[in-house]
């Protein structure tokens, strides 16, 4: 029995899956059964930081795993001490305290449980506790009922009512209407730099710094979700300073390339006062208001520290910079009828497609469509949005690697219009 057969029998059917198993990987190159090669320009949508095989991550699990898979955090876990630090001194740079969960959403669910506490702690003016999370469309925050109520796309909530109440979604880079839209209930506002499953829409840098002004101006928090765009992938640690490096948040979630592969995620929360001579905001995550029996357990933490220690010791978020000039420069000079711009920054880019320019069979989009063409010539771009494919690939791929991707990214999108 075929690998499709028994997903198919056996495994929940929430996945649209493509034709394509792998069963070995090594760097940026994935292999099937049948020995069909992939360059991998998905990396788990951009989880794979430092890619596949012997790597300084598959060395810490196996070192980790004969010392100390699972521990309480009953109990002091000095793995977690030790990441912790990294993401608070190297990689944001900036003072507070870090939370570690096992995914984005459940870092995300943290971060509208912070949201929620400081609602309580600083009421409006007429002492109601303030509950409202305003976010953007296109956003997509996670598959948890708090992830799926933040995220602005009505594809994922469809059948899940009633959601959690309390969420609002706007218009990205629209500061005169999120200006507008601040009501009294209003305690955070919830974003990506860059949305990532929305398309590859960075903010401006305009709305980035307009959205912190009116946090402060209104005592709300202001959240960046970094679950797809932090932690180097984008040309730094922190995503959003790869669009202006002003705003400083009150709150930051990682997850995806945080581990490289293994399940970890997180936030961060400042340590800012909460008033004149108040606690920090930190203090409103005390002990019971939160937890996770997996979280931060000493396997994954060693993952996450191999990881970032390579991500930062061999100065990868520059090599992602360094490879997205690359590709942008090709992708230009081909002046294709059916793209129609690239988005993002370093390695997390999406291709905009010219849909009337690309044909595509009737009961699909233009993107998943060109995916699947792509994945047949042995190339891994997932789709993002119906207009939009990603290049993703590990932040250790090669010159060669870019070079061969373009090559079949080209010549597949020639013989699609052709």
Not at 44 to 61: D, F, P, Q, V, Y
Not at 93 to 122: C, M, T, Y
Not at 182 to 207: D, N, V, W
Not at 353 to 360: G, I, K, N, Q, R
Request: aromatic fraction near 6%; include cysteine; charge should be negative.
């Amino acid at each position: 029995m075929s690998t499709a057969d028994k997903l198919a029998l056996y495994v929940l059917p929430t996945y649209a899956q493509f034709a394509v198993a792998p069963v070995r990987g090594e760097g940026t190159l994935l292999w099937d059964a049948d020995g069909k090669r992939y360059l991998d320009f998905c990396s788990g949508l951009a989880t794979c930081t430092l890619g596949h095989g012997e790597t300084a991550l598959s060395r810490a699990i196996t070192r980790q795993a004969t010392e100390l898979i699972h521990c309480s955090n009953l109990y002091q876990i000095d793995k977690q001490a030790e990441l912790a630090g990294i993401l608070v001194e190297e990689c944001l740079q900036l003072p507070g305290r870090v939370f570690f969960s096992n995914s984005g959403a459940e870092s995300n669910d943290g971060l509208i449980k912070l949201a929620r506490r400081f609602g309580h702690a600083r009421p409006d003016a007429e002492g109601k506790a303030r509950y409202e999370v305003i976010t953007f469309r296109q956003s997509f925050h996670g598959r948890t009922i708090g992830g799926i109520a933040a995220t602005g796309q009505d594809k994922v909530k469809e059948d899940f009512d009633p959601l959690l109440p309390g969420f609002r979604h706007l218009e990205l880079n629209d500061l005169d209407a999120l200006a507008a839209a601040i009501r009294p209930e209003t305690c955070a506002i919830l974003l990506e730099a860059i949305q990532g499953e929305g398309g590859i829409l960075p903010t401006t840098s305009g709305f980035l710094e307009g959205v912190a002004a009116l946090c402060r101006q209104h005592d709300i928090l202001f959240m960046l979700d970094e679950i797809q765009c932090g932690l180097g992938r984008t040309g730094n640690m922190a995503g959003w300073r790869s669009i202006t490096p002003e705003p400083v948040p009150d709150a930051v979630s990682w997850a995806k390339g945080m581990g490289g592969g293994f399940p970890i995620g997180g936030f961060w929360v400042s340590e800012r006062a909460l008033g004149q001579g108040e606690n920090p905001l930190f203090s409103l995550m005390g002990p019971g208001s939160h937890g996770s029996t997996y979280g931060g357990n000493p396997l994954a933490c060693a993952a996450a520290i191999a990881v970032l220690r390579e991500v930062l010791d061999q100065d990868l978020p520059r090599r992602a910079l360094e490879h997205e000039q690359v590709i942008r420069e090709a992708i230009s000079s081909w002046n294709h009828p059916a793209i129609t711009e690239v988005r993002g920054s370093g390695l997390l880019l999406g291709v905009g497609l010219e849909v009337s320019a690309l044909p595509t069979p009737k009961g699909t989009t233009a993107s998943v469509h060109l995916s699947r063409e792509l994945a047949r010539a042995g190339l891994l771009s997932p789709p993002a949005g119906p207009e939009t494919v990603r290049l993703m690939p590990p932040l250790t791929v090669s010159p060669s690697e870019i070079g061969e991707a373009l090559t079949l990214f080209h010549g597949v999108l020639d013989q699609i219009c052709a």
